[in-house]
Protein backbone atom coordinates (compact mmCIF):
# COMPACT_ATOMS: atom_id res chain seq x y z
CA UNK A 1 0.00 0.00 0.00
CA UNK A 2 1.29 3.15 -0.76
CA UNK A 3 2.95 5.30 2.35
CA UNK A 4 3.94 8.98 3.09
CA UNK A 5 7.70 8.65 3.91
CA UNK A 6 9.12 11.25 6.79
CA UNK A 7 12.78 11.16 7.30
CA UNK A 8 14.29 11.74 9.81
CA UNK A 9 12.22 9.91 12.44
CA UNK A 10 13.86 12.06 15.04
CA UNK A 11 16.18 15.51 15.01
CA UNK A 12 17.63 17.29 18.20
CA UNK A 13 18.97 20.61 16.81
CA UNK A 14 20.67 23.52 18.80
CA UNK A 15 18.69 26.72 19.19
CA UNK A 16 19.34 28.63 16.21
CA UNK A 17 20.10 26.09 13.89
CA UNK A 18 18.51 25.85 10.84
CA UNK A 19 16.71 22.20 10.02
CA UNK A 20 15.42 20.69 6.57
CA UNK A 21 12.52 18.05 6.96
CA UNK A 22 12.27 15.55 4.20
CA UNK A 23 9.26 14.12 2.93
CA UNK A 24 8.00 11.45 0.11
CA UNK A 25 4.03 12.07 -0.42
CA UNK A 26 2.22 8.92 -2.49
CA UNK A 27 3.95 9.61 -6.12
CA UNK A 28 0.41 10.50 -7.90
CA UNK A 29 -1.48 12.91 -5.13
CA UNK A 30 -1.45 16.79 -6.02
CA UNK A 31 -2.13 18.44 -2.61
CA UNK A 32 0.97 18.40 -0.02
CA UNK A 33 0.78 19.90 3.81
CA UNK A 34 2.68 20.22 6.83
CA UNK A 35 0.94 19.88 9.95
CA UNK A 36 2.98 20.12 13.65
CA UNK A 37 1.37 18.70 17.23
CA UNK A 38 3.44 19.91 20.48
CA UNK A 39 3.54 16.96 22.22
CA UNK A 40 -0.24 16.38 24.16
CA UNK A 41 -1.79 18.73 21.76
CA UNK A 42 -3.37 18.75 18.80
CA UNK A 43 -2.80 18.52 15.50
CA UNK A 44 -2.26 22.20 13.72
CA UNK A 45 -2.11 22.99 10.10
CA UNK A 46 1.07 24.60 8.78
CA UNK A 47 0.90 24.91 4.96
CA UNK A 48 -0.51 23.61 1.87
CA UNK A 49 1.52 23.44 -1.90
CA UNK A 50 -0.01 22.74 -4.84
CA UNK A 51 1.26 22.99 -8.28
CA UNK A 52 4.59 24.02 -7.17
CA UNK A 53 3.12 27.20 -4.63
CA UNK A 54 2.27 27.66 -1.16
CA UNK A 55 -1.84 27.45 -1.13
CA UNK A 56 -2.48 28.60 2.05
CA UNK A 57 -0.75 28.92 4.87
CA UNK A 58 -1.43 29.66 8.79
CA UNK A 59 0.27 32.42 10.89
CA UNK A 60 2.28 29.69 12.94
CA UNK A 61 4.14 29.27 9.21
CA UNK A 62 6.17 32.83 9.73
CA UNK A 63 9.26 34.10 8.04
CA UNK A 64 11.55 30.94 9.62
CA UNK A 65 9.57 28.53 7.30
CA UNK A 66 9.73 27.31 3.69
CA UNK A 67 8.50 24.63 1.78
CA UNK A 68 10.38 23.56 -1.56
CA UNK A 69 9.59 20.65 -4.02
CA UNK A 70 13.15 20.25 -4.93
CA UNK A 71 12.43 17.62 -7.27
CA UNK A 72 9.40 15.37 -8.21
CA UNK A 73 9.30 12.91 -5.78
CA UNK A 74 10.78 15.02 -2.51
CA UNK A 75 8.84 17.83 -0.11
CA UNK A 76 10.96 19.53 1.99
CA UNK A 77 10.07 21.84 5.38
CA UNK A 78 13.08 24.14 6.15
CA UNK A 79 12.97 25.71 9.40
CA UNK A 80 15.67 29.06 9.71
CA UNK A 81 16.68 29.70 13.25
CA UNK A 82 15.18 26.92 15.33
CA UNK A 83 13.24 28.19 18.39
CA UNK A 84 12.52 26.00 21.63
CA UNK A 85 9.16 25.98 21.06
CA UNK A 86 9.49 25.02 17.21
CA UNK A 87 10.06 21.37 19.49
CA UNK A 88 6.98 19.09 18.23
CA UNK A 89 6.46 16.41 16.05
CA UNK A 90 5.85 17.69 12.16
CA UNK A 91 3.59 15.63 9.13
CA UNK A 92 3.80 15.62 6.09
CA UNK A 93 0.51 14.85 4.60
CA UNK A 94 -0.93 14.23 0.57
CA UNK A 95 -4.13 14.00 -0.79
CA UNK A 96 -4.94 12.83 -4.54
CA UNK A 97 -7.56 15.79 -4.86
CA UNK A 98 -8.72 18.49 -2.68
CA UNK A 99 -8.61 18.83 1.00
CA UNK A 100 -11.74 17.49 1.41
CA UNK A 101 -10.52 14.02 0.63
CA UNK A 102 -8.59 11.65 2.72
CA UNK A 103 -5.44 12.79 3.81
CA UNK A 104 -2.22 10.71 4.33
CA UNK A 105 -0.10 11.42 6.92
CA UNK A 106 3.28 10.39 7.39
CA UNK A 107 5.08 8.77 10.72
CA UNK A 108 6.59 12.29 11.31
CA UNK A 109 9.66 13.99 12.18
CA UNK A 110 9.86 14.75 16.24
CA UNK A 111 12.22 18.04 16.52
CA UNK A 112 13.55 18.26 19.84
CA UNK A 113 15.47 22.15 20.06
CA UNK A 114 17.55 22.29 22.69
CA UNK B 1 -12.42 31.93 14.83
CA UNK B 2 -12.99 28.05 14.00
CA UNK B 3 -12.74 25.08 16.62
CA UNK B 4 -13.63 21.71 16.98
CA UNK B 5 -14.39 20.68 20.58
CA UNK B 6 -14.26 17.29 21.72
CA UNK B 7 -14.42 15.58 25.46
CA UNK B 8 -10.76 14.99 26.01
CA UNK B 9 -11.11 11.17 27.55
CA UNK B 10 -13.38 8.58 27.15
CA UNK B 11 -13.20 4.81 28.81
CA UNK B 12 -15.19 2.07 28.01
CA UNK B 13 -14.84 -1.36 28.16
CA UNK B 14 -14.26 -4.56 25.77
CA UNK B 15 -17.09 -4.87 23.20
CA UNK B 16 -18.82 -1.67 24.23
CA UNK B 17 -20.23 1.22 22.18
CA UNK B 18 -18.76 4.40 22.37
CA UNK B 19 -19.69 8.19 20.90
CA UNK B 20 -17.35 10.63 20.77
CA UNK B 21 -19.27 13.62 20.13
CA UNK B 22 -18.15 16.48 18.81
CA UNK B 23 -19.21 20.60 18.27
CA UNK B 24 -17.86 22.72 15.57
CA UNK B 25 -17.42 26.15 14.46
CA UNK B 26 -15.90 27.13 11.28
CA UNK B 27 -16.06 29.31 8.11
CA UNK B 28 -17.10 27.69 4.47
CA UNK B 29 -17.53 24.11 6.47
CA UNK B 30 -17.80 21.66 3.54
CA UNK B 31 -17.43 18.45 5.75
CA UNK B 32 -16.33 16.56 8.79
CA UNK B 33 -13.73 13.67 8.64
CA UNK B 34 -12.68 11.71 11.67
CA UNK B 35 -8.86 10.65 12.14
CA UNK B 36 -7.55 7.99 14.88
CA UNK B 37 -3.70 8.26 15.92
CA UNK B 38 -2.37 5.92 18.02
CA UNK B 39 0.43 6.93 20.54
CA UNK B 40 1.42 10.05 18.58
CA UNK B 41 1.94 8.45 15.35
CA UNK B 42 0.69 9.27 12.06
CA UNK B 43 -2.90 10.12 12.43
CA UNK B 44 -5.07 7.90 9.70
CA UNK B 45 -8.09 8.61 8.31
CA UNK B 46 -11.48 6.98 9.72
CA UNK B 47 -14.41 8.14 7.87
CA UNK B 48 -16.20 11.78 6.23
CA UNK B 49 -19.15 13.30 6.28
CA UNK B 50 -20.71 15.32 3.67
CA UNK B 51 -24.11 15.46 3.95
CA UNK B 52 -26.12 14.94 6.81
CA UNK B 53 -27.10 11.74 8.29
CA UNK B 54 -24.62 8.38 8.88
CA UNK B 55 -22.31 6.85 7.28
CA UNK B 56 -20.90 2.99 8.15
CA UNK B 57 -17.53 1.47 7.86
CA UNK B 58 -18.00 -1.76 9.58
CA UNK B 59 -17.74 -1.44 13.24
CA UNK B 60 -17.49 2.27 12.93
CA UNK B 61 -20.20 5.01 11.58
CA UNK B 62 -20.15 8.54 11.47
CA UNK B 63 -22.66 11.09 12.39
CA UNK B 64 -23.46 15.02 10.66
CA UNK B 65 -26.22 16.85 11.82
CA UNK B 66 -25.01 20.47 9.61
CA UNK B 67 -28.21 22.78 11.34
CA UNK B 68 -26.70 21.86 14.68
CA UNK B 69 -22.81 21.90 13.94
CA UNK B 70 -22.65 18.83 15.25
CA UNK B 71 -21.01 15.31 14.71
CA UNK B 72 -20.44 12.16 15.95
CA UNK B 73 -18.23 8.97 15.44
CA UNK B 74 -19.85 5.50 16.88
CA UNK B 75 -17.41 2.25 17.40
CA UNK B 76 -19.21 -0.62 18.13
CA UNK B 77 -17.68 -4.05 19.35
CA UNK B 78 -14.69 -2.25 20.81
CA UNK B 79 -11.53 -3.86 20.82
CA UNK B 80 -8.26 -3.23 22.89
CA UNK B 81 -6.51 -2.08 19.75
CA UNK B 82 -9.37 0.86 19.45
CA UNK B 83 -7.54 2.59 22.31
CA UNK B 84 -6.36 5.75 20.62
CA UNK B 85 -6.49 9.41 20.36
CA UNK B 86 -9.38 10.13 17.67
CA UNK B 87 -9.98 13.74 16.41
CA UNK B 88 -12.93 15.41 14.23
CA UNK B 89 -11.73 17.32 11.50
CA UNK B 90 -13.14 20.06 9.55
CA UNK B 91 -12.68 20.90 5.72
CA UNK B 92 -13.80 23.61 3.89
CA UNK B 93 -12.90 25.37 1.05
CA UNK B 94 -9.91 26.29 1.63
CA UNK B 95 -6.64 23.74 1.29
CA UNK B 96 -6.12 22.73 4.81
CA UNK B 97 -7.75 20.48 7.81
CA UNK B 98 -8.74 21.84 10.96
CA UNK B 99 -7.94 19.01 13.70
CA UNK B 100 -10.44 19.08 16.82
CA UNK B 101 -9.23 19.10 21.02
CA UNK B 102 -8.93 15.38 20.42
CA UNK B 103 -10.47 12.89 22.75
CA UNK B 104 -8.20 9.97 24.72
CA UNK B 105 -10.12 6.48 24.37
CA UNK B 106 -9.15 4.02 26.62
CA UNK B 107 -10.72 0.73 26.27
CA UNK B 108 -10.31 -1.54 29.33
CA UNK B 109 -10.62 -5.47 29.44
Known amino acids: EPEVTQTPSHQVTQMGQEVILRCVPI?????FYWYRQILGQKVEFLVSFYNNEISEKSEIFDDQFSVERPDGSNFTLKIRSTKLEDSAMYFCASSEHSQNTEAFFGQGTRLTVV | GQSLEQPSEVTAVEGAIVQINCTYQ??????LSWYQQHDGGAPTFLSY????GLEETGRFSSFLSRSDSYGYLLLQELQMKDSASYFC??????????FGTGTLLAVQP
Open chain 2, 26 to 31: TSGFYG
Open chain 1, 27 to 31: SNHLY
Open chain 2, 49 to 52: NALD
Open chain 2, 89 to 98: VASGATNKLI
